[in-house]
């Protein structure tokens, strides 16, 4: 498990389905969420990110959370289960956007992403896409991967957007050759928005 895991650049052997099991039996416990973040352990931290209370958190706390965790899994699950569900997301995705460390920007885009679909009011998606289109192709790793996932979103729920961002993923065509296994929806954004597109027309 652990070999599996670090492939993806984990490094734990934890059963994640296992490690649920555990947080549903333990229930929402923040003081020991705390402890369990504390450890810096890559396991750990993730059942912390599972038991926590994400309103308990304030602003500094989950800023100096993302800026240590380092592990794909625990960003992951730190921005999904706790700042998106945080009285402070939308003031850490101003505050991250454009952050000059790539991985806490990449934060900014994977919310700026669950307001695209969810709160899109107020949002500046024609701005959104100049800085994609800007910035995308030479965007590292997982700012890329966030990015490209924005402009996946706004074609698929943006019908008056969907042309450009499509053009836009067939010029630079970011992600275009990821291996992607069968039943599985490419990441490559033409692709993506026009299966999803079918879908919800089906």
């Not at 000059?100 to 934060?107: L, S």
């Not at 943006?158 to 990821?178: F, K, Q, S, T």
């Amino acid at each position: 498990m652990r070999a599996v895991n670090e492939r993806h650049g984990d490094d734990h052997g934890a059963n994640l389905s296992k490690l649920r099991a555990i947080a549903k039996r333990l229930k929402q416990q923040h003081p020991l969420a705390l402890e369990l973040w504390a450890t810096g352990r890559t396991d750990a931290r993730l059942l912390a990110l599972l038991v926590a209370r994400p309103k308990a958190f304030d602003e500094a706390e989950l800023d100096a959370m993302l800026r240590e965790a380092r592990a794909p899994k625990v960003l992951d699950w730190l921005t999904n289960y706790v700042v998106k569900q945080s009285p402070h997301a939308e003031a850490l995705r101003l505050a991250w956007l454009g952050d000059a460390d790539p991985v806490v920007a990449a934060a900014s885009w994977a919310l700026t992403s669950h307001r695209v679909v969810k709160s899109p009011d107020g949002l500046d998606l024609p701005g959104l896409l100049d800085t994609i289109e800007a910035e995308l192709a030479d965007a590292p790793g997982r700012l890329q991967w966030e990015m490209n996932t924005c402009l996946a979103h706004i074609g698929i729920a943006h019908p008056e957007h969907r042309a450009r961002a499509i053009a836009i993923g067939e010029r630079l065509r970011v992600l275009e050759d990821y291996p992607t296994p069968p039943n599985c929806t490419s990441p490559y954004a033409p692709a993506w928005i026009a299966e999803m597109v079918r879908r919800q027309e089906a």
